[in-house]
């Protein structure tokens, strides 16, 4: 298990990780992108990966956490292009709006967080989507679904 502590744009990421030993930790890279429109935004991941943690310069960010489903991938996007788009967005509202209105090919958990300190949990599967709200300013998620039934489960 390793704790990232990543420190973009003075803004700080925090996630417990958990790697299968065949991945070097030590092997991370970081990704800048600034569109010609839009925010700029900053991206951690493994090497071989475009993007998978990140955050934009008006501190909105996003820290995905695998969640297990036995729901089938489908036609949609793949949970790395949607957390590529969420640091496009300009506070947490808003990537959960782009979040709930995409297609997803498979599911995982999405802490999406900005700066005035909104934070949300997604909790994603190829048909349904649960939303996880803070208590006591915390958000607390494994990886198996709090609530089967938003997510489309049985």
């Not at 475009?50 to 729901?71: H, R």
């Amino acid at each position: 298990m390793v704790l990232f502590s990543y420190l973009p744009f003075g803004y700080e990421l925090l996630q417990n990780v958990i790697f299968y030993i065949r991945i070097d930790v030590n092997k991370k890279i970081y990704t800048e992108v600034e569109p010609v429109e839009g925010t700029r935004a900053l991206f951690l991941a493994e090497a071989g990966q475009e993007g998978k943690i990140g955050v934009n310069e008006s501190g909105v960010g996003v820290l995905p956490n695998i969640l297990f489903t036995d729901q089938e991938v489908q036609y949609g996007l793949s949970v790395l292009v949607l957390l590529r788009m969420i640091p496009g967005c300009g506070e947490t509202s808003e990537a959960v709006a782009l979040v709930k209105g995409s297609p997803r090919a498979g599911g995982s958990h999405l802490l999406i967080g900005d700066a005035a300190g909104h934070i949300t949990g997604l909790e994603l599967t190829p048909t349904g989507i649960g939303e996880i709200g803070p208590e006591n300013g915390t958000i607390v998620h494994t990886t198996i679904t709090t609530d089967a039934q938003k997510v489309g489960r049985p």
